[in-house]
């Protein structure tokens, strides 16, 4: 059934009440830690709006967002029942609206669907829409919804990375007030761990500089915190460090000021190399590779070493980030090694230094590959741990959790793209027909959703649908969902919107894990040039998941819309999304018809569908050059802005190019990680893409006219070249979308089927 108010918003016309006061501090499983019981909703009521206070945090959010409306929301704070959920309530009349809510960021997820399903706006992380009147109209009714699971949480371990290292308070403040408007609770916060092991391991026999040379680059900190490598590209400043930490205690802040989690990491047993020798008795586990990486050392969690180890990683990271009562810790994360240590007994010593530091904390683990083992989690207290499920919609044998995780809490979780691939769409029927069969079953431990994409900031309608997963009950109707997102994310019904939009939820949203895969297939513009390529990105889809020709038809549907709904960011951000999709499955129907004309030996043809390639291209790249958030350009001098001086920002704008092309150093892109994150932005393919393409047809060309073997061309070489010397990049958009995207209709019209 459609998201709208008498259905989609259950559940508390009977109950009434709120207490005037900001709630404090609440642990994972949603009890007050005061005692208290919610008591009726009354007249007596009272706003909250102390500035600078948890109070304000929902109007100052409010201000934010909508600076020419924020003055006529009222945000009041409701005490959570004993055992019962968040909940919201809005009300009020034209000009003056009540949002009531449990924290500050509920209610801003009462706002949001107030702005929904009453004045048509629409706010995420990949543009909005705030047409709205000069003064807000009133809900026909009261809008009320309650969580229907305690654990919302959000980001993937490798966000930091993929989304983007060098972000600043600007851009964390207002992902944060999104993440909230979407009814998050639990963020994960991995910004200003190097700090964390930077201090604790100067208590261990380490220096400063050793220490800044074991840490890597920021864009690649994620992976080092996972136990999967270190000490790439080049050794960090104590500058960046410091400054690294200071935002991640103005996030942890903001989280707490919200009422939200800010999800830290744990200590698992990560040590610099020869901890062993220089702390006697102590004793490590070497760990292998990893993907052409040598991975740091395991200390062995049964021991004393390790116990005070913890004690003061948790003690340094109270001090630079504050107290938590959720962390998360990976043992063994993909393909690390136990050696002779049990599993279990490695997981009750993690368990025991989490206990100690912070009694009652809930272990953050993920779900991924065989992971967790059942071995650790019949090993701890199980009332403890949750498991942030990242495979729920990828695997068709995966049915049952409980058995799987021996009756662990665990969160329905989706990944809808690795390393940040432009790709569209989602695996949504999934969604719909599992979570809540998961959440209702006789025995579910299904508590709460994991939205995990590697990258955030993509794919707004998956976004928002996945969003209220929690905050609904009964049978989810995706047509009606998608027609009511078509409205809300433009300001008004409009025929070819909700034309467009059916065409996207029958295809880049249309589609199963039955195939056992939870992203699209990444397009070849990006792939490292072979004529028999099938991905770019060597763990990806080796074919589409769904017809491009299918898809096609949503471009000129958006192109149709009516002029007044053309003007907000929202529909910018979708015509370029859907317009750069049809450019980039074209690149699958093209690229088979080069090699056919090539193996042939029809040199005009192969010279036709060539030029046809890099033109496509050049025209994806002038799309994506239209938008600041596909600016490659913008991406490194995000980077560079952390620098102190000339030389530092040369190595950070290197960490922030590697992570996107070769990854790591020859020995990792040639095990794979080489194009991982690719991604179609200004920059990139109209850069180092059309630059190994247009040298590859060259290559073939000359084969083609000698009669030869085409010649092998180092690939590496080119690539590092490239991102040492990437030539000016471009950091504000240029063109106007809309004509571009029409050009990109009008081509691929053309085009057709050569």
């Not at 830690?33 to 009726?40: I, L, N, Q």
């Not at 600007?170 to 092991?197: F, P, Q, S, T």
């Not at 500058?239 to 903001?254: F, H, M, V």
């Not at 070769?662 to 920059?683: K, M």
Request: glycine share 10%.
């Amino acid at each position: 059934m459609p998201l709208h108010r008498r259905t989609f918003l259950t559940g508390l016309a009977g109950t009434a009440g709120v207490a005037a006061v900001a709630c404090s501090g609440t642990p994972a499983d949603g009890t007050p830690t005061d005692g208290t019981t919610a008591g009726a909703l009354t007249d007596r009521a009272t706003a909250d709006g102390a500035p600078g206070s948890r109070r304000a945090a929902a109007s100052e959010a409010a201000r934010r967002l909508l600076p020419r409306h924020w003055d006529q929301l009222t945000f009041r704070t409701a005490r959570r029942e004993r055992g019962a959920g968040d909940f919201f309530r809005v009300d009020g009349r034209h000009g003056h609206i009540n949002v009531t809510g449990t924290t500050p960021a509920v209610q801003l997820t009462g706002l949001r669907h107030y702005l929904k399903h009453t004045a048509h706006a629409n706010i995420t992380w990949a543009g909005s829409q705030t047409d709205l009147p000069d003064r807000l109209p009133a809900p026909a009714e009261p809008l009320t919804a309650r969580a229907n699971a305690p654990h919302r949480f959000v980001l993937n371990d490798t966000n930091d990375g993929y989304t983007g290292a060098y972000h600043d308070w600007d851009y964390w403040e207002h992902e944060l007030d999104v993440l909230a408007l979407h009814g998050y609770n639990e963020v994960l916060v991995y910004i200003g761990a190097d700090a964390v092991y930077h201090r604790v391991f100067q208590e261990f026999g380490y220096g400063d500089e050793e220490l800044r040379s074991w840490v890597p680059g920021p864009a690649h900190q994620p992976w080092w915190l996972l136990q999967n490598m270190s000490s790439f590209p080049h050794p960090v400043s104590r500058q960046l460090i410091d400054a690294r930490a200071r935002l991640g205690r103005r996030i942890c802040d903001r989280l707490r000021e919200l009422g939200m989690t800010p999800v830290l990491p744990g200590y698992f047993g990560t040590v610099p190399p020869g901890f062993a020798a220089r702390n006697p008795g102590a004793r490590t586990v070497p760990q292998g590779d990893w993907v052409g990486f040598a991975r740091p050392d395991w200390l062995d969690p049964r021991t004393g070493h390790f116990a005070r180890v913890a004690a003061a990683f948790y003690r340094v990271q109270d001090e630079l980030s504050g107290p938590s009562t959720m962390y998360k810790m990976d043992l063994l994360h993909e393909g690390g090694k136990p050696g002779d240590v049990p599993v279990a007994d490695a997981a009750k010593g993690v368990e025991k230094a989490l206990r100690t530091a912070h009694p009652g904390a809930v272990w953050v683990i993920l779900g991924w590959q065989r992971n967790p083992p059942k071995a650790l989690t019949d090993a701890v207290d199980k009332k403890r741990m949750l498991v942030v499920d990242g495979i729920s919609d990828r695997f068709p044998n995966i049915t049952d959790r409980e058995a799987d995780w021996g009756a662990t809490p665990y969160t329905f979780g989706s990944i809808w793209n690795f390393g940040g691939h432009t790709t569209l769409g989602a695996n949504t029927p999934d969604w719909a027909a599992l979570y809540e069969k998961w959440r209702t079953k006789e025995g579910s431990t299904l508590s709460g959703i994991s939205l995990m994409p590697e990258a955030a900031d993509n794919n707004p309608a998956a976004f928002e649908l996945f969003s209220e997963l929690a905050w609904r009950t009964g049978d989810l109707d995706l047509e009606a969902w998608f027609a009511d997102w078509s409205t809300s994310r433009y300001g008004a019904a409009d025929p070819h919107a909700a034309a467009a939009w059916d065409t996207l939820r029958r295809t880049a949203y249309g589609t199963t894990r039955a195939d056992r895969w939870a992203e699209g297939a990444d397009g070849l513009f990006g792939a490292r040039p072979d004529l028999a390529a099938k991905s770019a990105a060597s763990w990806s889809p080796r074919k589409m998941r769904y017809e491009p020709a299918d898809f096609e038809p949503a471009l000129g549907e958006l192109l149709a819309v009516r002029r007044g709904l053309r003007h907000s960011s929202a529909y910018r951000r979708d015509l370029l999304d859907v317009a750069r999709q049809a450019l980039s499955n074209r690149s699958r129907v093209l690229l088979p018809r080069v090699k056919e004309a090539y193996d042939a030996g029809d040199t005009a043809r192969f010279e036709r569908l060539t030029r046809v390639w890099l033109e496509l291209m050049d025209l994806l790249d002038r799309l994506v050059a239209t938008d600041s958030r596909h600016l490659l350009g913008r991406w490194v001098a995000d980077a560079r802005a952390w620098g102190a001086d000339e030389r530092e920002r040369d190595r950070l704008a290197y960490d922030q190019l590697s992570l996107l092309t070769v990854w790591g150093p020859r020995s990792g892109a040639d095990a794979g990680l080489r194009d991982y994150a690719n991604r179609e932005w200004a920059g990139l393919v109209g850069g180092l893409y059309r630059l190994r393409w247009e040298r590859y047809f060259e290559e073939l060309r000359d084969a083609l006219a000698a009669g030869r073997t085409p010649r092998e061309i180092d690939w590496f070489a080119v690539e590092d070249q490239w991102i040492r010397d990437p030539g000016r990049l471009a950091t504000r958009p240029t063109g106007d979308t809309y004509d571009i995207a029409e050009r990109v209709h009008a081509r691929l019209t053309a085009t057709g089927r050569d």
